[in-house]
Protein backbone atom coordinates (compact mmCIF):
# COMPACT_ATOMS: atom_id res chain seq x y z
CA UNK A 1 0.00 0.00 0.00
CA UNK A 2 1.03 3.77 -0.64
CA UNK A 3 1.09 6.35 1.13
CA UNK A 4 -1.13 9.05 -0.79
CA UNK A 5 -0.03 13.04 -0.60
CA UNK A 6 -3.81 13.50 0.11
CA UNK A 7 -3.36 12.06 3.73
CA UNK A 8 -1.78 14.84 4.78
CA UNK A 9 -4.07 16.32 8.50
CA UNK A 10 -5.11 13.15 8.46
CA UNK A 11 -5.28 10.52 11.25
CA UNK A 12 -3.62 6.71 10.86
CA UNK A 13 -6.74 5.29 11.42
CA UNK A 14 -8.13 7.17 8.49
CA UNK A 15 -5.67 6.59 6.62
CA UNK A 16 -5.69 3.07 7.05
CA UNK A 17 -8.95 2.97 6.22
CA UNK A 18 -8.84 4.89 3.38
CA UNK A 19 -5.68 2.46 1.96
CA UNK A 20 -8.06 -0.62 2.59
CA UNK A 21 -10.94 0.90 0.84
CA UNK A 22 -8.94 1.52 -1.85
CA UNK A 23 -7.52 -1.63 -2.09
CA UNK A 24 -10.63 -3.36 -2.42
CA UNK A 25 -11.00 -7.23 -3.13
CA UNK A 26 -10.18 -10.31 -0.64
CA UNK A 27 -7.48 -8.72 0.78
CA UNK A 28 -9.36 -5.66 2.04
CA UNK A 29 -11.76 -7.89 3.54
CA UNK A 30 -9.03 -9.44 5.00
CA UNK A 31 -7.13 -6.97 5.93
CA UNK A 32 -9.96 -5.40 7.94
CA UNK A 33 -10.93 -8.24 9.66
CA UNK A 34 -7.94 -8.79 10.76
CA UNK A 35 -7.53 -5.12 11.74
CA UNK A 36 -11.41 -5.49 13.53
CA UNK A 37 -9.82 -8.44 15.48
CA UNK A 38 -6.42 -6.34 16.80
CA UNK A 39 -8.93 -3.78 18.22
CA UNK A 40 -11.27 -6.20 19.61
CA UNK A 41 -8.36 -8.07 21.19
CA UNK A 42 -6.74 -4.38 22.63
CA UNK A 43 -9.13 -1.90 22.40
CA UNK A 44 -6.27 0.21 23.46
CA UNK A 45 -4.17 -0.03 20.55
CA UNK A 46 -2.69 2.38 18.94
CA UNK A 47 -2.77 3.18 14.94
CA UNK A 48 0.82 4.06 12.98
CA UNK A 49 1.59 4.00 9.44
CA UNK A 50 5.85 3.40 8.84
CA UNK A 51 7.65 2.49 6.19
CA UNK A 52 5.87 4.08 3.26
CA UNK A 53 2.51 3.73 4.48
CA UNK A 54 2.70 0.14 6.16
CA UNK A 55 -0.12 -0.14 8.79
CA UNK A 56 1.25 -0.81 12.18
CA UNK A 57 -0.48 -1.48 15.66
CA UNK A 58 1.26 -1.11 18.53
CA UNK A 59 0.92 -0.95 22.94
CA UNK A 60 4.21 -0.24 24.39
CA UNK A 61 5.80 -1.08 21.32
CA UNK A 62 4.91 -2.82 17.84
CA UNK A 63 2.90 -5.45 18.24
CA UNK A 64 2.50 -6.36 14.63
CA UNK A 65 2.31 -4.94 10.83
CA UNK A 66 -0.36 -5.37 8.05
CA UNK A 67 1.23 -5.93 4.79
CA UNK A 68 -0.73 -6.92 1.25
CA UNK A 69 1.34 -8.57 -1.30
CA UNK A 70 -0.69 -9.88 -4.20
CA UNK A 71 -1.39 -13.22 -3.19
CA UNK A 72 -1.50 -12.75 0.42
CA UNK A 73 -2.29 -10.48 3.53
CA UNK A 74 1.14 -10.49 6.09
CA UNK A 75 0.52 -10.16 9.83
CA UNK A 76 4.20 -9.98 10.89
CA UNK A 77 4.74 -10.08 14.54
CA UNK A 78 7.75 -8.47 15.92
CA UNK A 79 8.35 -10.28 18.90
CA UNK A 80 6.78 -13.12 17.53
CA UNK A 81 9.36 -15.69 18.35
CA UNK A 82 8.96 -15.38 21.49
CA UNK A 83 4.83 -16.07 21.69
CA UNK A 84 2.97 -19.31 22.17
CA UNK A 85 1.00 -20.08 19.35
CA UNK A 86 -0.53 -23.57 19.97
CA UNK A 87 -2.81 -23.24 17.08
CA UNK A 88 -0.50 -22.58 15.00
CA UNK A 89 -1.33 -19.22 13.13
CA UNK A 90 2.26 -18.22 12.69
CA UNK A 91 3.04 -19.77 8.56
CA UNK A 92 6.02 -17.33 7.32
CA UNK A 93 9.48 -15.89 8.85
CA UNK A 94 9.70 -19.20 10.83
CA UNK A 95 13.62 -18.87 10.78
CA UNK A 96 14.41 -15.78 12.59
CA UNK A 97 15.25 -15.26 15.87
CA UNK A 98 12.59 -12.42 16.67
CA UNK A 99 9.64 -12.07 14.10
CA UNK A 100 7.02 -14.42 13.09
CA UNK A 101 4.63 -13.79 10.90
CA UNK A 102 0.97 -15.17 9.48
CA UNK A 103 0.13 -15.22 5.92
CA UNK A 104 -2.81 -15.45 4.91
CA UNK A 105 -4.51 -16.41 1.16
CA UNK A 106 -7.47 -16.17 -0.43
CA UNK A 107 -10.68 -18.11 0.76
CA UNK A 108 -8.32 -18.82 3.94
CA UNK A 109 -9.53 -18.17 7.29
CA UNK A 110 -7.91 -17.59 10.78
CA UNK A 111 -9.13 -18.76 14.15
CA UNK A 112 -10.39 -15.77 15.66
CA UNK A 113 -9.95 -16.55 18.99
CA UNK A 114 -6.06 -17.81 18.71
CA UNK A 115 -5.61 -14.42 16.96
CA UNK A 116 -6.73 -12.59 19.67
CA UNK A 117 -4.84 -14.42 22.14
CA UNK A 118 -1.84 -13.61 20.49
CA UNK A 119 -2.07 -9.99 19.51
CA UNK A 120 -2.91 -10.16 23.85
CA UNK A 121 0.13 -12.10 24.46
CA UNK A 122 2.40 -9.47 22.12
CA UNK A 123 0.74 -6.35 24.15
CA UNK A 124 1.73 -8.35 27.71
CA UNK A 125 5.45 -8.63 26.54
CA UNK A 126 5.70 -5.05 25.41
CA UNK A 127 4.21 -4.47 28.46
CA UNK A 128 6.60 -6.61 30.49
CA UNK A 129 9.33 -5.65 28.51
CA UNK A 130 8.84 -1.38 29.53
CA UNK A 131 8.42 -2.41 32.78
CA UNK A 132 11.97 -3.49 33.17
CA UNK A 133 13.23 -1.47 30.83
CA UNK A 134 12.56 1.62 33.45
CA UNK A 135 13.32 -0.48 36.55
CA UNK A 136 17.35 -0.69 34.70
CA UNK A 137 17.17 3.27 33.44
CA UNK A 138 16.60 4.53 36.57
CA UNK A 139 18.91 7.50 36.94
CA UNK A 140 21.50 6.28 39.82
CA UNK A 141 21.40 8.46 43.03
CA UNK A 142 24.80 9.93 42.30
CA UNK A 143 25.85 13.37 43.46
CA UNK A 144 26.19 16.01 40.81
CA UNK A 145 29.22 18.04 41.73
Not at 56 to 66: D, M, N, P, R, Y
Not at 71 to 78: E, G, Q, R, S
Not at 100 to 129: C, M, P, T, Y
Request: aromatic share 4%; hydrophobic share 35%.
Amino acid sequence: MKKSDASQGQSASEQISKQIAELGGWRAETLSRMRKLIKDADPDVVEELKWMGTPVWSHGGIICTGETYKKAVKLTFIKGASLKDPARLFNSSLDGNARRAIDIHEGEEVDASAFKALIRQAVALNSAGKSKASKSSKPSKKAKS
